[in-house]
């Protein structure tokens, strides 16, 4: 069946910081990648997407580029803020009868000043 | 703007007494899901709607059932909540096959 690994959180860094979180799926075919944030007390929301290998999805200064060869979609920020601090989820969709989403564990993500 | 949107926001009930969450949504997207997330843990697919077609994961309890009676309104009833139920309940929508999610903000309930 699919699935998807996170690395496990909590990540703590400082504001202007790298982020990097890695996240492997296992998935037959073609999936569709995404990067979900969730901010305390609150639904999903959606980061950014890939649909097919080499593609970049980016948003927010958050980026992730799908490959295939190594079945990764890590998730990537150049200079982390406070406000940044959320839980991260990596998600994997293949399409059928409903594009069921295949959740990651998520990765919390504190920024300290 | 168009939305998804989930009542109430907050939800205590006591331990077997049946509980009704809500969500509508104004995209007129096709396809609806109920997730329950607990503490800490990623979502988990309780069931969804392809239009009116109902489709169950196997996985899912049958204390769960769910309703739409329209493209714009799901139902998820709980009908006896025990303390494991305790959970975030999230409801979304995508058009067909474009797995393009939209989430509402989560029901939180909580069983006393």
């Known amino acids: 069946g699919n699935s998807v690994t996170q690395m496990e959180g909590p990540v703590t860094l400082s504001e202007e910081a790298f982020l990097t979180i890695n996240c492997t799926y296992t998935?037959?075919?073609?999936?569709?990648l995404f990067w979900y944030v969730q901010y305390p007390g609150e639904g999903l929301q959606l980061l950014l997407k890939?649909?097919?290998?080499?593609d970049k999805g980016s948003n927010k200064g958050f980026e992730a580029t799908y490959r295939k060869e190594t079945t990764s979609f890590h998730l990537e920020k150049g200079s982390v803020q406070v406000s940044d601090s959320a839980v991260y989820f990596c998600a994997l969709s293949k399409t059928g009868t409903a594009s069921k989403l295949t959740f990651g564990t998520g990765t919390r993500l504190q920024v300290t000043l | 703007d168009a939305m998804v949107i989930q009542n109430p926001r907050y939800q205590v009930t006591q331990f077997g007494k049946p509980v009704t969450l809500s969500c509508s949504q104004t995209?007129?997207?096709?396809?609806m899901y109920w997730y329950q997330q607990k503490s800490s843990q990623a979502p988990k697919l309780l069931f969804h709607y392809y239009d009116k077609d109902f489709n169950n994961e196997a996985d899912t309890p049958d204390n769960f059932q769910s309703r739409r009676p329209n493209t714009s309104f799901c139902f998820l009833d709980i009908r006896s909540p025990g303390l494991g139920d305790a959970a975030m309940y999230l409801c979304?929508?995508?058009?067909?096959?474009?797995?393009?999610?939209?989430f509402g903000s989560g029901t939180r309930l909580t069983v006393v």
């Open positions: 979304a929508t995508s058009r067909d096959r474009t797995g393009g999610y939209t």
């Open positions: 995209l007129n997207h096709n396809v």
């Open positions: 998935a037959t075919g073609y999936p569709s």
């Open positions: 890939a649909t097919k290998a080499d």
